[in-house]
C-alpha cells in the first residue's frame, strides 16, 4: 500500500475517511472534545499543502439510517475550521447532488465536508428487519442491501482520485467507507492516514520491542 508521506497530492482529489464522531453539546451542538478533529489535520494539511483537495466523510453518533439534525456533520464545521484555519464546504448529503457537484468544482487548497455516512444505512450494510421475520425474508434483505451498499459505495468513490483512510477507530470494521471502497482504488492511489500510521507504529513497538513483563490495556472511552 502507498504510504502517505511519499505520495504526491498535487492537483488530486482525496477523499478522506476520517472519525469525526466527536461528543457535541445536547443544546448547543457545539463540541465538546475536539480531540478526534485533531488528530485528522495532519493527513488534511499534508493533501492540501501539496496542491490537492480534501473530500471528508465521516459517523455521527447511531442515526440508523435516518437523517436528523442532532447527528448532522455541520456542527462540527466551526471546530473543523478553527482548527484547519480555513473555510470547510459542507455538502447536505453525501451523496447527493450536493456532494457530486461540490465535490467535482472542488479547487486544490480546498476542503468538502460530506453529511454523515450514517444517514443511510448503505454505510453499515445492514437492513432494518422486524423481529419476526423468515430466514428467506432475511437473505432477500440482506442481498438487496449489498447490492445497494455497493451502489453507495461507488458514488463515494467516483468524487475522488484518490483514498486516504485516517479514521483508526472504525478501521477494522467492513463499512462502505473503509474497507469497501478502499478495494475501488489501485494500490498506488490508496493509503492510510497519519494517524492510523501512528496507531500502528504504538503498537509494534509494544509488541516487538516492549521491555518484558509488559502489560498493554488498548482501548477508548467505551473501556
Do not use: W
Not at 12 to 38: Q, S
Not at 121 to 138: A, H, I, Q, S
Request: net charge positive; hydrophobic share 40%.
Amino acid at each position: 500500500m502507498q504510504t502517505i508521506d511519499k505520495f504526491n497530492f498535487n492537483g488530486k482529489r482525496a477523499i478522506v475517511r476520517v472519525d469525526f464522531n466527536v461528543p457535541l453539546d445536547k443544546k448547543t451542538f457545539e463540541v465538546t472534545d475536539d480531540t478526534r478533529i485533531r488528530g485528522a489535520l495532519p493527513a488534511i494539511k499534508k493533501i492540501l499543502k501539496d496542491g490537492g483537495s480534501a473530500i471528508l466523510m465521516s459517523h455521527l453518533g447511531r442515526p440508523d439510517g435516518v437523517p436528523q439534525d442532532k447527528y448532522s456533520l455541520k456542527h462540527v464545521i466551526p471546530a473543523l475550521e478553527k482548527l484547519l484555519g480555513k473555510k470547510v464546504k459542507f455538502a447536505d448529503d453525501c451523496i447527493g447532488a450536493s456532494a457530486e457537484t461540490m465535490s467535482k468544482s472542488l479547487k486544490a487548497g480546498e476542503v468538502l465536508l460530506l453529511e454523515n455516512l450514517r444517514f443511510y444505512l448503505e454505510e453499515e450494510g445492514k437492513p432494518k428487519l422486524p423481529e419476526n421475520v423468515t430466514d428467506e425474508e432475511k437473505k432477500v434483505a440482506k442481498d438487496a442491501m449489498k447490492k445497494k451498499q455497493k451502489e453507495f459505495t461507488a458514488k463515494l468513490a467516483s468524487f475522488a482520485d484518490c483514498y486516504v483512510n485516517d479514521a483508526f477507530g472504525t478501521a477494522h470494521r467492513a463499512h462502505a467507507s473503509t474497507a469497501l471502497i478502499a478495494d475501488l482504488f489501485p494500490d498506488e492511489n490508496k493509503m492510510f492516514g497519519y494517524l492510523i500510521v501512528a496507531e500502528l507504529h504504538a503498537m509494534d513497538k509494544v509488541l516487538k520491542s516492549a521491555q518484558k513483563p509488559f502489560t498493554a490495556i488498548m482501548g477508548g472511552a467505551k473501556v
